[in-house]
């Protein structure tokens, strides 16, 4: 069954403007992950968050995270036509297993 | 390195025959993952392994899906007899945590489309 659900579920921007998406999930994490999918292609890991931090930052991504409403949100600033893809959170529980739990995605379109 | 390898890149088979999917992780990680990916259940984890042990199989969905990883450079997974409904794409992927600077991140593989008819 799918952990993170992310919201919302296609979301449609003029390059320039910033995207926003977010990911809840339900049970307790270790770490929560951001990855990007562009058609036809593999998965590729944009940006990691530990529980025990609130944000994080790369180049034009910003990530947060909030473990006590179970929600994190990924921000990307200044997009470009070559973000539009789609966007998955991915959840790591707390133990030792390697196991992530994806959500079903969300798709950006980024308009020049 | 040239990431994740995997083979075919496209399947089309009939119903009921074997079908093999390939898959070379990259060099010097221990984590190998298997994923199918279809528009009704997104993205699923089928089975992974560590240091070629499969640690967790629970996402396989029937008896005829088997997946093996005889060494650190190769695993295959396999679907006999195939069915309409295993049609999807199928992802490998591979990670490691000592390699990656203590980082989880998977490396995903192009994919496998498969196509049953």
């Known amino acids: 069954s799918q952990q993170g659900e992310e919201d919302p579920q296609a979301l449609s921007i003029q390059e320039g403007e910033n995207a926003t998406m977010n990911c809840s999930y339900k049970t307790s994490i270790n770490n929560l992950q951001w990855y990007r999918q562009n058609s036809g292609r593999g998965l590729v890991h944009l940006i990691l968050i530990r529980s025990n931090e609130r944000e994080k930052h790369s180049g034009r991504l910003r990530v947060t995270l909030d473990t006590s409403k179970k929600s994190s949100s990924l921000l990307i600033t200044a997009s470009r036509a070559a973000d539009t893809a789609s966007y998955f959170c991915?959840?790591?529980?707390?133990?030792?297993?390697?196991?992530?739990?994806f959500g079903k995605g969300m798709k950006l379109t980024v308009n020049p | 390195d040239a990431g994740v390898i995997q083979s075919p890149r496209h399947e089309v088979t009939e119903m009921g025959q074997e079908v093999t999917l390939r898959c070379k992780p990259i060099s010097g990680h221990d984590y190998l993952f298997w994923y199918r990916q279809t528009m009704m259940r997104g993205l699923e984890l089928l089975i992974y392994f560590n240091n070629n042990v499969p640690i967790d199989d629970s996402g396989m969905p029937e008896d005829r899906f088997s997946a093996k990883m005889p060494n650190a450079s190769f695993s295959t997974l396999k679907i006999q007899p195939s069915e309409p409904r295993d049609s999807a794409v199928y992802f490998c992927a591979s990670s490691s945590y000592r390699l990656a600077g203590g980082s989880y991140e998977q490396y995903f593989g192009p994919g496998t489309r498969l196509t049953v008819t």
């Open positions: 991915a959840t790591r529980g707390p133990g030792g297993s390697e196991k992530l739990v």
